[in-house]
Structures are given as structure tokens and as C-alpha cells.
């Protein structure tokens, strides 16, 4: 925190991962909350959860993940942080869904005529969200900047990870790659390249007092028998 607490606000990402699961085609929600400022980013919490309807497109399941964010963590947080602050706070909402975006802003659609009543509640209650509380107000986010992506889907690209990571503030180095691998060769390291799942995300940025003990709570079985630093 580098800001003065009456430049602080909230920043909170959701993001889906549309038919994510194979047996189900269910989706997965991913949501990322933290304070920020020109000179602070302090993340507070992160979730990884699979939805309980199935949706028909990416817009419907990137809804289902908005309503679950800003009920479960973006109106709790104003509560909170406007008792810390003793003053009004303003949530930033970042989507990455255009199509989403108007859907919320106008709160219809046409080509979303067919949504089942979980949905249409979701759209109806973020629109008069989004349209009655000037604390709150809905950002487009490109998708390379989303901060919850590493938490709806799984990487097994290294360059996507450690970008994914990096921008929520996880970041390795040799001296914890040496204890979690300790028969490592030199040039392996580096920055290892796990195959990254929403579950070892959310491990990650788990509840670990010290920031070194994050990493102690990944298995060895989540890592590759040699990492190749990408």
C-alpha cells in the first residue's frame, strides 16, 4: 500500500471459462478481489468454483460468474472497507466479455431471449446494480490483463502461466524452487512450469501467513520431475 487511504478503491475481476467441465459442460467462475491505487495493489481474495447451471454461450456463463462476484464478494467488501475507511468507496468491476457488458449496462438482449430463470434473475439484479449505485461502476478489461483467468481454467503453456500469476501478485524464486525440488539440476532452477489448475491457483494464494509458506503447500506431484524455465 503506497496511497493514502482516500485514494484506495476496489477492484474486483470475474471471469468464466465457458463448458470448462467434460462431463458436465458446466462452466467454471473464477473472481479476483483486491485495494488498489496508483501506488497500491493489495489482494484480499480469490475463488475458483464450478457454476451449478449450465450455460449456452460464453456471455450466459461470464453473468453466472458476475452475480456470483458481486454478491458473494463485492457488496460484503463495500461494507467492510467503508467501515475501515469511515467513507464512501468505489468498486471497479472489471469484465472481459463486451457482449456481457452491454447485456449488463441495457439489462436485455435479443439473442439471449432464451435464458432460463437463474439467468434472467442474474442479468435483472446486476443491471440495477450497475444502473442505481454510483459507487459501482462496470470496466472493460482485456482479457490479457484479466486478473481472475488463472483461476477458471488450467495452463500448460509456461509464458500464459507465469504472466497469469504475475498479475496477481505470485511470484517464484530459485531459493523456493531448490526447497520444493532439492534434487534439482542447476539449470532446471529457474521458474518452474507446472501444469496450473484453478485448484493449485487457488493454493497459491492460499491462506498462508508468510508469503514463502504459499508455496510450501504445493505438491512436488504438482510439479514436473525436471522443470523446463520457460
Known amino acids: 500500500i503506497g496511497d493514502p487511504l482516500d485514494k484506495l478503491e476496489i ?21 479476483f ?6 501506488s497500491s495493489f493489495f489482494p484480499l481474495n480469490a475463488v475458483s468454483k464450478k457454476q451449478t447451471c449450465v450455460s449456452h454461450s460464453t456471455p450466459e456463463a461470464e453473468i453466472v460468474a458476475a452475480d456470483f462476484a458481486l454478491r458473494t464478494e463485492g457488496i460484503p467488501a463495500f461494507s467492510l472497507w467503508e467501515l475501515v475507511t469511515g467513507r464512501k468507496i468505489k468498486l471497479r ?32 439484479w446486476l443491471h440495477e446494480q ?3 449505485d454510483p459507487q459501482l461502476t462496470l470496466d472493460y478489461c482485456v482479457s ?3 486478473r481472475a483467468d488463472l483461476l477458471t481454467k488450467s495452463f500448460t503453456n509456461s509464458v500464459s502461466w507465469n504472466h497469469a500469476r504475475e498479475l496477481v501478485g505470485v511470484k517464484y524464486s530459485k531459493a523456493v ?5 532439492p534434487d534439482a539440476t542447476p539449470a532446471a532452477q529457474g521458474v518452474p512450469t507446472p501444469t496450473a489448475t484453478p485448484a493449485l491457483c487457488a493454493c497459491l494464494l492460499g491462506k498462508a501467513q508468510n508469503p514463502t509458506d504459499r508455496y510450501d503447500m504445493v505438491r512436488i506431484a504438482d510439479l514436473p520431475e525436471r522443470a523446463n524455465p520457460g
Not at 177 to 181: G, P, V
Request: charged share 25%; hydrophobic share 35%.
Open 33 to 38: 478481489i483486491a485495494i488498489t491505487g496508483d
Open 93 to 124: 468491476f472489471y469484465e472481459d466479455n463486451q457482449a456481457t457488458i452491454r447485456i449488463l449496462k441495457t439489462g436485455r438482449n435479443p439473442s439471449l431471449r432464451h435464458v432460463s430463470r437463474t439467468h434472467r434473475v442474474d442479468i435483472d
Open 144 to 146: 490479457a490483463d484479466m
Open 177 to 181: 524452487y531448490r526447497k520444493l525440488i
Open 11 to 31: 477492484a474486483l475481476y470475474s471471469d468464466a471459462d465457458f463448458a470448462g467441465c467434460p462431463s458436465t459442460s458446466k462452466s467454471t467462475s473464477g473472481i
Open 130 to 132: 450497475f444502473s442505481n
